[in-house]
Nanobody, 127 residues
Framework: QVQLVESGGGLVQAGGALRLSCAASGRGFINYAMGWFRQAPGKEREFVSAISRSGGVTNYAGSVRGRFTISRDDAKNTASLEMNSLKPDDTAVYYC????????????????????WGQGTQVTVSS
């Protein structure tokens, strides 16, 4: 069992930056690929980024590639999402997710592949 708690959301102006963190409790964090998803009002949840269990492989949605950076710190059981050059379209609730993965390089992009989810943190980007 893994519990995930996101933090770092808030209100920022367009062009600004935020860093989201996901703290995982429970054992075996190194066995999980980690992902970030987001859901804007009236829209479906969408993939943002993922990092493999090993940390060596990452994946990004086209809309955030080059602006967002995902990372993980296995010593601290945390995953992070550094978000730069934020746009109003980035406004959403951001969710952290963990996938118990037998593969050290898998970076799942489908939310149904993930086993655990956080409660989400709101990110609002004003124009």
């Amino acid at each position: 069992q893994v519990q995930l708690v996101e933090s770092g959301g808030g209100l920022v102006q367009a062009g600004g930056a935020l860093r989201l963190s996901c703290a995982a409790s429970g054992r075996g964090f190194i066995n999980y690929a980690m992902g970030w998803f987001r859901q804007a009002p009236g829209k479906e949840r969408e993939f943002v980024s993922a990092i493999s269990r090993s940390g060596g492989v990452t994946n990004y949605a086209g809309s955030v590639r080059g602006r967002f950076t995902i990372s993980r710190d296995d010593a601290k059981n945390t995953a992070s999402l550094e978000m730069n050059s934020l746009k109003p379209d980035d406004t959403a609730v951001y969710y952290c997710a963990a996938d118990f993965s037998p593969s050290s390089i898998a970076v799942p992009i489908v939310w149904g592949q993930y086993d655990y989810w956080g409660q989400g943190t709101q990110v609002t980007v004003s124009s």
